[in-house]
């Protein structure tokens, strides 16, 4: 299976502030990756595919960017809504697998 | 407007079996694969397996195989999931999904294994 190493676990940022969470495949995962938000007690909510492709209804203020074995989710001028918990997914193989996870606080 | 509710989830003893159930609206069922995504309680996400639009062929995470089934009635929009011989590791919240990508989830339901 592939391995999705997602950093940091958590992390904290103020209002306005921009952040980066990472993930890291074992192998090339070819541009096959997205990006989800997941908010206390919800299922999780696509927000980035294929890298970098916004789904429809999220906010520019979130894009994607990566290639090969490295991808990052950033988050431009936060808002109290963004915080949540992040993951990342590769279905560039079977199966399909998750990053561990980013938790996202506001200060 | 898409929908997935999923029902069944409940407290099961271990080596005990469950079926899970998740019923689709506002799209035509029948012409979409679909799968199964579970949550463990410490938040990891897990692929557990796909079937595709007439439930004629189906494929499953290394870990699930042999002990859970996916299936569907297309007559009834319903997807399910059979859980057989059910551990501890299975505690967690059961999603079925659609579309590439998992665009649309269900609300999740919970299933407890434990003596």
């Known amino acids: 299976d592939i391995q999705m190493t997602q950093s940091p676990a958590s992390l904290s940022a103020s209002l306005g502030e921009t952040v980066s969470i990472e993930c890291l495949a074992s192998?090339?995962?070819?541009?096959?990756l997205a990006w989800y938000q997941q908010k206390p007690g919800k299922s999780p909510q696509l927000l980035i595919y294929?890298?970098?492709s916004l789904q429809d209804g999220v906010p520019s203020r979130f894009s994607g960017s990566g290639s090969g074995t490295q991808y990052s989710l950033k988050i431009n001028s936060l808002e109290s809504e963004d915080a949540a918990t992040y993951f990342c997914?590769?279905?560039?193989?079977?199966?399909?697998?998750f990053g561990g996870g980013t938790k996202l606080e506001l200060k | 407007e898409v929908q997935l509710v999923e029902s069944g989830g409940s407290l099961v003893q271990p080596g005990g079996s469950l079926k899970l159930s998740c019923v689709a609206s506002?799209?035509?069922?029948?012409?979409?694969?679909m799968d199964w995504v579970r949550q463990t309680p410490g938040k990891s996400l897990e692929w557990i397996g796909e079937?595709?639009?007439?439930?004629?062929?189906?494929n499953y995470a290394p870990s699930i195989k042999d002990r859970f089934t996916i299936s569907r009635d297309n007559a009834k929009s319903t997807l399910y999931l059979q859980m057989s011989n059910v551990k501890s590791d299975d505690t967690a919240i059961y999603y079925c999904?659609?579309?590439?990508?998992?665009?649309?989830w269900g609300q999740g339901t919970l299933v407890t294994v434990s003596s």
């Open positions: 506002g799209y035509t069922f029948s012409n979409y694969w």
């Open positions: 999904t659609l579309l590439r990508w998992f665009a649309y």
């Open positions: 997914l590769q279905d560039s193989e079977y199966p399909p697998t």
């Open positions: 079937i595709n639009t007439d439930g004629s062929k189906t």
């Open positions: 192998e090339d995962i070819y541009n096959n």
């Open positions: 294929y890298a970098s």
